[in-house]
């Protein structure tokens, strides 16, 4: 089954913490065989039963939050804080879902002749393929709902960041899932994932990564219909208007996009600043990216730790080469471990390979700009369309703007656009569908309607 074995290696220190094994192709199918005779019977589990042992889950989550959050500061170089918020998050989206199966409604549609209604049905075995920047909150965003209507779930995480989601599974059973309801595969995206999308038995494939391997996934799927979910890059505007409350605005720009080392598909890595208010954020932004703690992830205080790998390191650095201008850095600590400075930098102009493409680092760029119409056609320049924030203490523009930017989740005088309870999705290439929020089950069901004859 297991063809070989992977190292799982610590960012912040670059040494090997432990290995896991690498699944082959036969054990993939094995696995999904293995699923698809579990969903047989998970969903004849009663509604009630189902949302009890969701709720069961979430409670033996809530007890391992600390030995989770552990395991991701030393696989994924979150900072402790982070990782804390990150195990709660995979409680409480869990919790938010266990009250969906005993709400799963059908409808009652009026028609002549007789009844009709509708049932919400599960798929059958889903595939949640989970990337390395945030490995239990988004394997949790596919995997809760995915259960909660009555799916079995096989997670593929990250070849570089599978511990917590290993430990997951184990919880799993603890709380009483049975046996091929929830299965982890560790492995090769190009093997493991691979099949899972190709194999007949996986009606329905969430992915979150790359565009790239997104698009790929898209064309696999289609093949034989099968559902898929994309949550893929991002390119944010954070919009300042000069009438913002510009300390606030500047206070909370770095977080923005320096959260999680800036690996992060929402992070607002365009700054655009209205033009009469641009040589003041730039000034009041100065201490605040000189404010932010790079440091050991593990220190209570840290507030931003390594990168995910040197390779990945190379590539962000790659980004900050000599014909780009540097407006301030902040301060990251040397080592062995994958460190990048917090960096703000200066485009020449909208076209510059730093202002378009996804950095996926703690690398920021700031443009000026003249006016709402202006604002919005630049933010929306760009594939993709996934979030973004507005700063600005007029609510009319704050609606005009917000109706203009094509994107999914925007703010406004805030950068938060993710909570389980509302919907999370992209606009263009930024994905396909929604997840989280309350019609999330729709993603991992099929209506079936039922007409019956009363007249007969
Ligand atoms: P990928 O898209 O390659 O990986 C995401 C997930 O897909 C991983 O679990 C990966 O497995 C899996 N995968 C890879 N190839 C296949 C395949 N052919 N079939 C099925 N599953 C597959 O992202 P990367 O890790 O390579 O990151 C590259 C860039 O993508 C980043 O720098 C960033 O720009 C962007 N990205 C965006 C994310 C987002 O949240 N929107 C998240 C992660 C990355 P494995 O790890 O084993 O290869």
Redo the contacts with the bound molecule.
Sequence with gaps: MASSVSDVVDPATGRTVTTVPQLDAPGADAAIEAAHAAFAEWRRVSPADRGRLLRRFAEVVDGAIGELAALEVRNSGHTIANARWEAGNVRDVLHYYSAAPERAFGRQIPVAGGVDITFQEPLGVVCV??????PMPILSWGMAPALAAGNTVVV?????TPLTAVRIGELALEAGLPDGVLTVLT????VV??R??RHPLVRKIC????T???T??MALAAEQVKRVTL????KSANIVFADADLERAAASAPMAVFDNAGQ??CARSRILVERPAYDRFLELLEPAVAAVRVTDPSDEDADMGPLISAA?RD?VAAYVDDSVEVAYRGEAPGGDGFWYPPTVVLPGGAGDRVWRE?V?GPVVSVLAFDGEEEAATMANDTQYGLSGSIWTRDVGRALRVSRAVEAGNLSVNSHASVRYSTPFGGYKSSGLGRELGPDALDAFSETKNVFIDTEG
């Design positions: 393929v989970v990337p390395w920047n945030f593929k995480p990250a070849e570089v492995g090769k995206g190009s994932g691979d899972l999308v992915f979150t990564g790359s790239e391997v997104g790929g996934i949550e893929l890059g991002g992060d598909c990945h590539r996804e996926f």
